[in-house]
């Protein structure tokens, strides 16, 4: 067996100390750009001194330990073969203030690196050299250490033989885990229609490699239908790591549900659903110095005790599970649940763990070693969240809150100055052109304008560590100008810039109309990806915007229930267009009335917006209210309000019971209301998102290939629709009926869009 792992990924693993600093705000490109600049500055100095001076030496070291090889690789900055290392690192600290014990990794990454050049060269002596270069002040510091190869063979052999303590728990792991899963068989008795052809393309994906494009209908058992092959071939060796993916908290639930099944029928697989800091954090408030909060001071000298401890006695890397070993061992939770991933053979949560460019998990894909398995789950919804993932804007309204906080600090106060007069500027320009302008590309004054700020901000965070009224906004403009800059580094082709005035403030923003291309480059994270969701239609659509390529696979499945188990009725004769839509309320009013009468039971009635849902309830309220139980919905609901809402549908009635809803929203997909919970839907209008600046600039961008309309607002409207009206049958046994309201059903682009099982559609006079 082959265990691969960076020095840099090693060293930080074993040898980290000391405290969680929350001031710690992630690499900006700024800061990235300026740390190569001082790489760069410091390796052309090198080289005229010493001609022989290489760069970015690769090493690569094997040793045999066991039953195992042992693999560590990496580049050294640069190196005078036979002669010296060099470790260079950039900081804005003053040098006086630099010792030469100030980071203890710093030195370790070159050590292991000194030694890995004196086992190729046998050598019994070096030289490391260690440089910290100011970007403030372009001063650089060295420190020199010698050492013989007897040191740091020693110190290369207890790094190992550390990293092995954890490295052997999780080989007998996952020895245990494969023979667990070699027997393991589909947990089911029977599969259902288009369940195991379903089940095939993906463990055909997981072997080939490439991505999978699945729309698999309500009924067929997606969950169950991608995890089980997964886990099949990682007990295989096929894969090293799967992610579970998905947009709400409930179908993580599901996910974790489906390897429970797995888990009783003998499958062992150590799952972790990823928490946000916020919700597993165990004290009142989220901050993570180490002065605010203990489990922050000391986290990293306590951590490896707390996972070494897990990997012998757990299975499963629950929430609760996280908590009581953070408590006992006094460490972060959220932390040890980032560092309990490594050791995961399946992780679930939100997309932003792998596609969010802010946030997603670095560890992992910075330095892809492993052959990982991305499972994206209701993949409809990822053509909008990677739109805004990969979207990014700043405001002057931030910018002010920014500059009025940091009036005493010259170093932000002068850069926050300047780029307001950027803005101010660009307000000026966009007065004369009607308020809004639109164009490709990013100023590289306002680049060069944010890249100052950051500057500024690293000498801010260094030298003032105390809490006063409106840091937080400093630091709150700090990350948007991080994303900002961040965002302009993916900007290609997909993108459009626009400037806009709204009131008094202007706004820049970074849009992303087009995730495709940054997408792909997602993908290629992984030797496997599998996209699923029961409307992944028209397919062409979404093949094209989430990054499909030649070579990918593609695969539409039929609905495994009875066609005649849901009747889908039409009343062509109502019009939801915009313009019409005042003259719809009674006419909506009356068919919801005739729905709910013609059998108890429960129904929802989904609308395309808030506004339009209220004017038709104050309609239907007017003319038959007290008939039946009525619940209309509000915005920004609670988790909590959202399961009360949910308990509705299961009260036991006299009457039947309508509720109220918007496409689109919490209740629209992602709820499973089964048998008599809910046994009818309506659903008015074609389901267009509502008309934006944003979407029309969608439309302009698509119209160059004839198709800007439909990708900007049928597309996504049919989308809803279908998601929507999934909610009345979820089971073999389920009964129900659905009513389109709108005249466009009618219309051939519409109609070619539904599904086949719904057609044709019955005419809401045949209602019985």
């Known amino acids: ?151 740091l063979k020693s110190f290369v052999d207890e790094t190992i033989e550390e990293y092995l303590k954890f490295i052997r728990e999780d080989i007998h792991w996952k020895e245990e885990r494969n023979r667990s899963l070699k027997s393991l068989g589909f947990p089911f008795s029977r599969y259902r229609e288009g369940q195991r052809d379903l089940a095939v393309d993906v463990y055909r994906t997981m072997r080939q490699g490439g991505k999978l494009f699945a729309k698999a209908p309500t009924g067929i058992g997606k969950t169950i239908s991608t995890l089980f092959p997964a886990v099949k071939a990682l007990g295989e060796g096929e894969a090293d790591k799967i992610f579970y993916l998905t947009a709400k908290g409930t179908l993580k639930t599901v996910a974790e549900e489906t390897m429970s099944i797995l888990e009783k029928k003998g499958g062992q697989v150590k799952f972790l659903t990823l928490t946000s800091k916020e919700k597993i954090c165990i004290n009142d408030e989220v901050n993570c110095h180490p002065d605010h909060c203990e489990m922050a001071k000391g986290h990293y000298d306590r951590v490896n005790d707390c996972i070494l401890a897990i990997l012998k006695k757990e299975k499963r890397y629950t929430k609760e599970m996280i908590i009581s070993y953070a408590k006992e061992y006094r460490v972060c939770p959220f932390e040890l649940s980032l560092d309990l991933a490594y050791f995961s053979d399946l992780i679930i949560g939100d997309y932003n763990y792998v596609f969010d460019p802010r946030v997603y998990l ?304 919490i209740f629209s997909e992602g709820i499973d209301l089964q048998g008599e919970a809910l046994v009818g839907a309506s659903v008015v209008s074609v389901g267009y998102p509502q008309v934006s600046y944003e979407r029309d600039l969608i439309k302009e961008y698509f119209s160059k290939e004839n198709c800007g309309f439909e990708y900007a607002y049928i597309y996504p409207g049919i989308n809803r629709i279908l998601q929507a009206a999934g909610r009345v049958i979820r089971s073999e046994e389920d009964e129900g009926m659905v009513l389109l309201m709108d005249l466009r059903y009618n219309w051939v682009q519409y109609k070619k869009l539904l599904p086949e099982e719904w057609l044709p559609l019955l005419p809401w006079a045949e209602f019985k």
């Open 362 to 665: 670095k560890r992992f894909f910075m330095d892809v070693k492993e052959n990982y398995i991305f499972l994206v789950d209701e993949a409809h919804n990822l053509v909008d969240r990677a739109r805004d993932m990969y979207s990014a804007e700043l405001t002057k309204e931030l910018l002010m809150e920014a500059k009025k906080a940091a009036d005493k600090y010259s170093y932000l106060k002068r850069p926050l100055k300047k780029i307001n007069e950027k803005f101010i500027d660009m307000r000026k320009a966009l007065e004369e052109r009607g308020g809004k302008h639109t164009y490709f590309g990013v100023s590289d004054d306002l680049i060069f304008l944010l890249k100052d700020f950051l500057q500024g901000f690293e000498i801010f965070q260094k030298e003032v560590q105390e809490e006063f009224e409106g840091r937080e906004k400093i630091v709150d403009f700090f990350f948007a100008v991080n994303t900002f800059l961040n965002i302009s580094e993916l900007y290609d082709e997909g993108y459009v810039t626009y400037e806009e005035t709204y009131g008094t403030n202007v706004r820049i923003k970074l849009f992303c109309v087009d995730p495709r291309d940054v997408l792909i480059e997602v993908f290629k994270r992984a030797k496997a990806s599998v996209l699923f969701s029961a409307t992944l239609s028209p397919m062409n659509y979404y093949f094209d915007v989430l990054g499909g390529e030649e070579g990918d696979f593609r695969r539409t499945l039929r609905s495994p229930f009875d066609k005649e188990k849901l009747r889908v009725f039409l009343d062509a004769a109502v019009d939801t267009r915009f313009s019409k839509r005042e003259d719809s309320y009674n006419a909506i009013a009356e068919n919801l009335e005739r729905m709910a009468s013609k059998k108890k039971g429960n129904y929802i009635a989904f609308f395309p917006s808030y506004k339009y849902m209220r004017d038709v309830y104050e309609a239907y309220e007017e003319k038959y209210g007290g008939i039946h139980e009525v619940y209309i919905q509000e915005p920004s609901l609670t988790e909590k309000e959202r399961e009360e809402v949910l308990g509705l549908f299961y009260q036991k009635r006299e009457k039947s019971f309508l509720a109220f809803m918007v496409l689109g929203g």
């Open 1 to 151: 067996m082959e265990i691969k792992i960076s020095v840099r990924n090693l060293i930080e693993f074993v040898h980290r100390y000391g405290d969680i600093i929350s001031s710690s705000m992630g690499s900006s490109p700024s800061r990235m750009e300026e740390g190569t600049r001082a790489h760069v500055k410091i390796q052309k100095q090198r080289q005229k001194e010493d001609a022989s001076y290489e760069k970015e030496r690769y090493f690569k070291y094997s040793v045999q330990k066991e039953d195992m090889m042992f693999i560590v690789d990496g580049r050294a900055d640069g190196i005078v073969p036979r002669s010296y290392i060099e470790e260079i690192k950039s900081t804005y600290m003053p040098l006086e203030e630099l010792t030469e014990e100030y980071n203890f990794l710093h030195w370790a990454q070159v050590m292991f690196y000194g030694f890995m050049h004196m086992e190729e060269e046998e050598l019994e002596e070096i030289l490391l050299l260690l440089t910290y270069h100011n970007l403030e002040t372009e001063i650089s510091r060295t420190f020199e250490r010698r050492y013989t190869i007897q040191e």
